[in-house]
């Protein structure tokens, strides 16, 4: 799977991705949401993909078990290569999703890796203990999920910077940690809390950053996106 940072392609249509697109003259790791995905459908994958660049669909299924398992089963045959699921379905539900991506992975080819996305790095704590009603430390929760992911087989997790140190000492290494949230220094938080930038998050830990509106809305998005990968190659 691609190391390079992965661009949250923060648009709601097809064409505001191509015009996007077209100025690159490299492989891109990107990554397309609940609002693309569900204006244009699986389309907007086909056209991705047919351009070579590579594609986290973020779609965070949280359902039960059996739902899920039919979901990823139609997911793996898109061709993706990244996709997730709330950690907080449970290791039942994980475990169902993994097995429905191996299920639908067309003969021949690679299983898209499945991560579990463990506390949003819009949550706070005080939300977490006040709102979800858990009674412990953001970074204890974060770790139990990522456990739970570990044991229902999965290839890594969604989180922030700040326990991406922590995942790699208790699940290994090898474990993705897959850290949004992050923004050129000076760059606006907008609706994250739990942010921070590519050379801290190399730093700390990430294996995979995720980095949306500092590309995406720069008025030179090449140029912004090569600052965001020397920083995250460590140049």
């Given at each position: 799977m691609l190391k390079s940072p992965i661009v949250a392609l923060d648009f709601s249509t097809q064409e505001e991705v191509i015009a996007f697109l077209q100025p690159f003259d490299e492989v891109l790791f990107v990554k397309v949401g609940m609002e693309l995905y569900l204006q244009e459908g699986p389309s907007i994958i086909t056209a991705i993909k047919a351009l070579g660049h590579a594609v986290f669909l973020d779609l965070k299924l949280h359902d039960i078990p059996n739902t899920v398992q039919s979901a990823?089963?139609?997911?793996?045959?898109?061709?993706?290569?990244?996709?997730?699921?709330?950690?907080?379905?449970?290791?039942?539900?994980?475990?169902?999703?993994?097995?429905?991506?191996?299920?639908?992975?067309?003969?021949?080819?690679?299983?898209?890796?499945?991560?579990?996305?463990?506390?949003?790095?819009?949550?706070?704590?005080?939300?977490?203990?006040?709102?979800q009603q858990i009674p412990l430390t953001l970074e204890a929760s974060v770790k139990n999920y990522a456990q739970l992911a570990k044991a229902a087989g999965l290839d890594g997790v969604v989180c922030s910077v700040y326990e991406a140190a922590m995942i790699g000492d208790s699940c290994g290494e090898d474990f993705l940690r897959v850290t949004p949230g992050i923004r050129l220094a000076g760059g606006e938080a907008h609706d994250q809390k739990r942010v921070a930038t590519p050379d801290s998050a190399r730093k700390d830990g990430s294996t995979h950053i995720v980095v949306?509106?500092?590309?995406?809305?720069?008025?030179?998005?090449?140029?912004?996106?090569q600052a965001v990968k020397n920083l995250w190659e460590g140049y």
């Open positions: 990823m089963r139609g997911l793996a045959k898109l061709g993706v290569d990244l996709v997730n699921v709330h950690a907080a379905g449970g290791q039942a539900m994980m475990e169902a999703a993994m097995a429905g991506l191996m299920e639908g992975t067309p003969h021949g080819q690679e299983r898209p890796k499945l991560i579990a996305v463990t506390q949003l790095t819009s949550t706070t704590e005080q939300q977490m203990q006040q709102e949306g509106r500092a590309i995406t809305q720069a008025t030179q998005p090449r140029e912004a996106y």
